[in-house]
T-cell receptor, first 114, second 117 residues
Framework: DVKVTQSSRYLVKRTGEKVFLECVQD?????MFWYRQDPGLGLRLIYF???????EKGDIPEGYSVSREKKERFSLILESASTNQTSMYLC?????????????FGSGTRLTVV | QQQVKQSPQSLIVQKGGISIINCAYE??????FPWYQQFPGKGPALLIA?????SEKKEGRFTISFNKSAKQFSLHIMDSQPGDSATYFC????????????????FGQGTILTVHP
């Protein structure tokens, strides 16, 4: 089974801190994604990457950046954490295309910014 | 803008009943429509998916109905069970004719389903 592992389940950070969320996948998927999940808003795409060192903005990239130095690892960076970034963050990976296309999600990181 | 609209936001069903969740989309370039199921403390997991060249797909108790002309699709859960209690997300993927979508999914707002025993 494909596994997507997010390094932390729960994080509490202070306003203004630089925060790193790490994600690793073990199935050689080309695509990796970062979403945030908020009640009533569903899953909103922050950034995605289709190849090493390649990144594309999603729908809500403001206040975030990403890094993909290796194919299996995709990091989300909150440059200066703010309380409105308190949320559940979900990482996902997928093949680029194919008949069995689908995302595999990690279990999520619940970030609280105080 | 919300390209995929999902309703209802929450749903309560008795055991054995039928659960129905609806989604509507606007972008005619969408070419793949999956549903994801999420249990508390877990990430969403792919449940069932459909392409727009078919009107219905069934897997066990789960059925997707697709209406291309109305740009709507729905998930039906037959004989709903307490173990089906979860959050359900519909999603849509933009076809990659222009080579720029990279297969990213747009998700609906989610439906919290509660099945009472």
């Amino acid at each position: 089974d494909v596994k997507v592992t997010q390094s932390s389940r729960y994080l509490v950070k202070r306003t203004g801190e630089k925060v790193f969320l790490e994600c690793v996948q073990d199935m050689d998927h080309e695509n990796m994604f970062w979403y945030r999940q908020d009640p009533g808003l569903g899953l909103r795409l922050i950034y995605f990457s289709y190849d090493v060192k390649m990144k594309e903005k999603g729908d809500i990239p403001e206040g975030y950046s990403v890094s993909r130095e290796k194919k299996e690892r995709f990091s989300l960076i909150l440059e200066s954490a703010s309380t409105n970034q308190t949320s559940m963050y979900l990482c996902a990976s997928s093949l680029l295309a194919g008949p069995n296309y689908g995302y595999t999600f990690g279990s999520g990181t619940r970030l609280t910014v105080v | 803008q919300q390209q995929v609209k999902q309703s209802p936001q929450s749903l309560i069903v008795q055991k054995g009943g039928i659960s129905i969740i609806n989604c509507a989309y606007e972008n005619t370039a969408f070419d793949y429509f999956p549903w994801y199921q999420q249990f508390p403390g877990k990430g969403p997991a792919l449940l069932i998916a459909i392409r727009p060249d078919v009107s219905e797909k069934k897997e066990g108790r789960f059925t997707i109905s697709f209406n291309k002309s109305a740009k709507q699709f729905s998930l039906h859960i037959m004989d709903s069970q307490p173990g089906d209690s979860a959050t359900y997300f519909c999603a849509a993927r933009e076809g990659d004719a222009g080579g720029t979508s990279y297969g990213k999914l747009t998700f609906g707002q989610g439906t919290i389903l509660t099945v009472h025993p």
